[in-house]
């Protein structure tokens, strides 16, 4: 009996120790994979990044059906002498133009009065916004040059 109960106590400690093996070898194995994982993860989070940017700009473009060309036309049309647009950013709600204005004649808040009313009255740039309104007005100056700088807010209907 007791000839039995050390033979069960050694299959079962060398079970255990088979079974320590193999736990080793598979978080040796998981060691091995990690670094793959963490791409592979970083990966999936981009890419989820990029579905969402996506799908933001179907919602802008797609769902809304504003043709933008013909409106981005009209801005550069309409820009007077001596302003330049910057840097213009289409979000969810509104349009945004960041720019800058220079004259000699120092009229350069009128310049960006003047651009703002030509986009309000052309019903090409209109339509689609609910509102169209200068945010901003700030004057500097840059190598004894004044300069102006202006951001301009159109809301989305």
């Given at each position: 009996?007791?000839?039995?109960?050390?033979?069960?106590?050694?299959?079962?400690?060398?079970?255990?120790?088979m079974g320590f093996?193999?736990?080793?070898?598979?978080?040796?194995?998981?060691q091995k994979l990690?670094?793959?994982?963490?791409?592979?993860?970083?990966?999936?989070?981009?890419?989820?990044?990029?579905?969402?940017?996506?799908?933001?700009?179907?919602?802008?473009?797609?769902?809304?059906?504003?043709?933008?060309?013909?409106?981005?036309?009209?801005?550069?049309?309409?820009?007077?002498?001596?302003?330049?647009?910057?840097?213009?950013?289409?979000?969810?709600?509104?349009?945004?133009?960041?720019?800058?204005?220079?004259?000699?004649?120092?009229?350069?808040?009128?310049?960006?009065?003047?651009?703002?009313?030509?986009?309000?009255?052309?019903?090409?740039?209109?339509?689609?916004?609910?509102?169209?309104?200068?945010?901003?007005?700030?004057?500097?100056?840059?190598?004894?040059?004044?300069?102006?700088?202006?951001?301009?807010?159109?809301?989305?209907?």
């Amino acid at each position: 009996m007791v000839l039995l109960i050390v033979t069960v106590h050694l299959v079962l400690g060398v079970l255990q120790l088979m079974g320590f093996g193999q736990l080793s070898a598979h978080q040796a194995e998981w060691q091995k994979l990690a670094p793959d994982k963490k791409i592979l993860d970083d990966i999936n989070r981009e890419s989820g990044d990029l579905k969402k940017r996506i799908n933001t700009i179907s919602d802008m473009t797609v769902r809304r059906s504003m043709l933008w060309a013909p409106k981005f036309n009209v801005i550069s049309d309409d820009l007077p002498r001596g302003l330049w647009i910057r840097k213009m950013a289409l979000d969810k709600t509104s349009l945004t133009i960041e720019g800058s204005v220079v004259s000699k004649t120092r009229n350069e808040i009128n310049n960006v009065g003047l651009f703002v009313s030509a986009l309000k009255q052309n019903d090409a740039f209109i339509k689609g916004f609910s509102s169209l309104e200068v945010n901003s007005i700030q004057r500097g100056k840059t190598n004894a040059v004044e300069v102006t700088d202006f951001t301009v807010m159109a809301k989305l209907k």
